[in-house]
């Protein structure tokens, strides 16, 4: 579909109001003692906090108003339908684990998508106050420094890159080979990252995320983020990722075909 550019600037302001309804519910419950998490999964462990639910619900009060007849599909209450053929794509933690620990590399991720995918993406991290966006001509970051463009990085060798994931397995053992591949033939490989990886693509820190095992909410703002930025973002087959599933996000085309072709090396054995 196309959007109108007064249509543009509208959304973006809406992504804004949504970031800045969810920051004090998630920096409510943050480092807090005694904060419980229950476990989405009857085996391994996926935490949902209260922090998460109220994140999400102040997101969705504030679309009732100022979008109602969109579509919203949100981690924590599921999907909404809508009749614009827009979709605002919500998840108030990515990064649960990281939160109950204490980190600040979890965030809140918004998105608003047609059929296509994403149009405009938000990774927000409340605790640092930083705020990534991208989409309909935008890439900057508001934070402590300061108003800053996201520009991704230059290209290099994958022999110079750094290389981030969330989980040292990343997901089967098939998958894990994969970016094991990858990340051996890298400089520097860190972990833990979750959302604020991609934050750190399109801010020209690092040249890779490779991950598995994604939802449509874990990756759809950092899509938008990270195109606007001048990035690049696949699933490991070089196709659409918006729906979920393997992706990797690359600072700039070269260096995502050098990976790709490592991955596509491994998958087909």
Known sequence: MTVSESTHAELIRVAHALADAARPVTLAHFRSIGLEADNKRDQGFDPVTVADRGAEKAMRDVLAQLRPDDAILGEEFGSQPGTTGLTWVLDPIDGTRGYISGTPTWGVLISVADASGPLF????????GERFVGGFGVAEMHGPLGRKPLRCRQPRSLAQATILTTFPEVGTALEGRCFHAVANQAKLTRYGMDCYGYALVAAGQVDLVIEAGLNA???????????AAGGVVTDWEGGSVHEGGRAIAAANPEIHAEALAILGQVLNG
């Open 217 to 227: 909410y874990d990756i759809q703002a950092p899509i938008a983020v990270v195109h």
């Open 121 to 128: 993406g938000v990774i927000d991290q409340p605790y640092i």
